[in-house]
């Protein structure tokens, strides 16, 4: 009650000042989107832009995306927000008036809001779960969608306690107000609004072990996050069979986060894959391995294994062939309930 009370309050006194000026960052910041993603373990933690970071894993995907013009969105978008804080003091103001200029239609944002896109909700369709396709489309999913809330949250609020979450399938946001020291787990795909930490662990069956050992409902540090942005990396590059690639990037990963359920078994199934690809290849020569290629069929089997125990030791659990349904039928019903 008392949140919903202290947005409505807010939410007035903004449509009263918010006017419609244009907002402009500058654009001809061009050292920002130098980097390299080798760079990233060597960058400190405080001066890592998730914002940044995830354009540079758009541009990896797509080499025509123009960093500085998606850099130029963000601050732009920033700049806004900023200005519909105004004087008002509080962590909570801030998350409020950014998740109003997201998903509360208003000249904020030109009644231009952003949403849940539900015909793709895994962002399985090329792309999808860029930064880039979101601020493009305005249609986004559970990786996007938080991406973009942590941007523009350390560009209006660099100070503000505010970190990416993982879960199975799933990235939220976290918000540890510092006002009145409560914790908000907040939910990009449903518009912003609050979700308890026992729905997660209930609709998502996350296990009491994945949760003690720290891969899943833990906030996750900027470089946490972003190797699970990675991932879409990882898929890219094993769908076009460029495993070694793949397998960099899933180093990559596990460098930021050793933690990662993802990198961990993306890595396990690419050693997999490997191997599977060298026996395929025996086969079309219809030929028995060598010794160093037996040797290596064996390596990828032993390895891929490895990977793949570590995983779940951590936590970790194979989907079950209802888990999506039924995790999009949650989603669906919590949007329905939130919608009205």
């Known amino acids: 009650m008392r949140r919903t ?27 920002r989107s130098d980097y390299s993603l080798c760079d990233l373990p060597s960058i400190p933690e405080q001066d890592v832009d998730i914002g940044l970071w995830a354009l540079v894993i758009a541009k990896e995907c797509d080499s025509s995306v123009q960093i500085n013009k998606y850099l130029h969105t963000l601050d732009t978008m920033a700049l806004r927000i900023q200005y519909m804080v105004g004087p008002r003091e509080g962590d909570m103001v801030r998350l409020l008036m ?19 896109d539900l015909n793709d909700p895994f962002g399985e369709q090329p792309g999808a779960r860029l930064l880039t396709t979101y601020l493009d489309t305005r249609k986004g999913n559970c990786v996007s969608m938080p991406t973009l809330f942590l941007a523009l949250m350390e560009r209006v609020a660099p100070d503000v306690p505010f970190n990416g979450v993982s879960a199975p399938l799933h990235l939220f946001c976290r918000l540890h107000d510092r006002q009145d020291g409560n914790i908000w787990n907040v939910e990009s795909t449903n518009g912003g609004e609050p979700a308890r930490e026992q729905w997660y662990i209930k609709t998502l069956g996350i296990s009491r072990l994945a949760i003690d050992s720290g891969s899943y409902m833990r906030d996750l540090t900027k470089k946490d996050f972003i190797a699970e942005l990675l991932g879409i990396l990882v898929s890219k590059y094993r769908n076009a ?30 050693l997999a894959w490997v191997g599977l690809t060298l026996q395929e290849q025996l086969m079309v ?16 089997k032993v390895e891929s294994d490895k990977y793949i125990e570590r995983a779940r030791t951590l936590g970790w659990e194979p989907e079950t062939p209802g888990s999506r349904e ?8 919590a949007q329905s309930i939130g919608s009205k």
């Open 285 to 300: 020569q219809q030929r028995h391995p060598s010794a160093e290629e037996a040797d290596k069929l064996g390596l990828y």
């Open 98 to 116: 950014t998740k109003m200029y997201q998903f509360e239609p208003g000249e904020w944002n030109s009644g231009n809001i952003f949403s849940y």
């Open 241 to 270: 069979r460029e495993y070694e690639k793949a397998l960099d990037f899933a180093e990559l990963m596990l460098k930021l986060n050793p933690r990662s359920l993802n990198g961990l078994v993306q890595k396990g199934a690419l």
């Open 5 to 31: 009370l202290t947005y409505l309050f807010i939410t007035a006194l903004i449509i009263g000042c918010v006017s419609t000026q244009s907002f402009t960052a500058d654009y001809a910041e061009s050292s």
């Open 326 to 333: 039924d995790y999009l039928r949650t989603i669906r019903a």
